[in-house]
Each structure stands twice: as structure tokens, then as C-alpha cells.
Nanobody, 120 residues
Framework: QVQLVESGGGLVQAGGSLRLSCAAS????????MGWYRQAPGKQREVVGT???????NYADSVKGRFTISRDNAKNTLYLQMNSLQPEDTAVYYC??????????????WGKGTLVTVSS
């Protein structure tokens, strides 16, 4: 099992920045992909971006050039640096992880989420 705990959410003005963290614990060795997802009020959850064990990243078009995913393997921590935030970025942000051997597109572990609110 893997436990994921997000932190760093809060209220920020449009144009501002915020950095989210996701602390992972448990069977870390079983993970080969991690990612950030978000769910805005009244909308479906969507992927923000992912990072492989080799630190290759992919981002949703809506955040490319503004958000950056990174990882610190020594600290078992995943980060999401968010710049130039806009009100449409307001959502609960979730950290997720996929086990080796799981189906592509499936995430096996989820954090409880952290709320990001961007005011205009």
C-alpha cells in the first residue's frame, strides 16, 4: 500500500503562485508513475500532469507553460509548482500514483486532496 498526503493549498490572487507537495509513504518501490489531478466545482476530475520514475513529464494543455511537476526521491515527495494562476484553476488538487504493472490510464492510489482557490 501507498499513502499520499497533499499540502500547500490555499487562497491566492490571480497571477500569483503556489506550490503543492505530496508526501508518499509505504511501498514506494511499487510506483512507476505519479501525477496531479484536479476537480473544480461541478466538473469532472481531470489530469493536470504526470511524471514517470525517470522524471519524464506530461501536462494538460490548459497548464502547459504555467505548471511544473517535479519530484524529490530522497524525500519521497512530489511537487506541483503553479504560476500565473487564474480563477479557472480553482479546484481540489489530488496527488495520485500508479503501481508497476497496472493498466495505462489507471491510478491506484489517491490522496485526499488540497483546495486551491484563485480569486480574481
Amino acid at each position: 500500500q501507498v499513502q499520499l498526503v497533499e499540502s500547500g493549498g490555499g487562497l491566492v490572487q490571480a497571477g500569483g503562485s503556489l506550490r503543492l507537495s505530496c508526501a508518499a509513504s509505504g511501498s514506494i518501490f511499487s510506483i512507476n508513475l505519479m501525477g496531479w489531478y484536479r476537480q473544480a466545482p461541478g466538473k469532472q476530475r481531470e489530469v493536470v500532469g504526470t511524471i514517470t520514475s525517470m522524471s519524464n513529464t506530461n501536462y494538460a494543455d490548459s497548464v502547459k507553460g504555467r505548471f511544473t511537476i517535479s519530484r524529490d526521491n530522497a524525500k519521497n515527495t512530489l511537487y506541483l509548482q503553479m504560476n500565473s494562476l487564474q480563477p479557472e484553476d480553482t479546484a481540489v488538487y489530488y496527488c495520485a500514483a500508479r503501481k508497476r504493472g497496472s493498466l495505462v490510464g489507471r491510478m491506484d492510489y489517491w490522496g485526499k486532496g488540497t483546495l486551491v482557490t484563485v480569486s480574481s
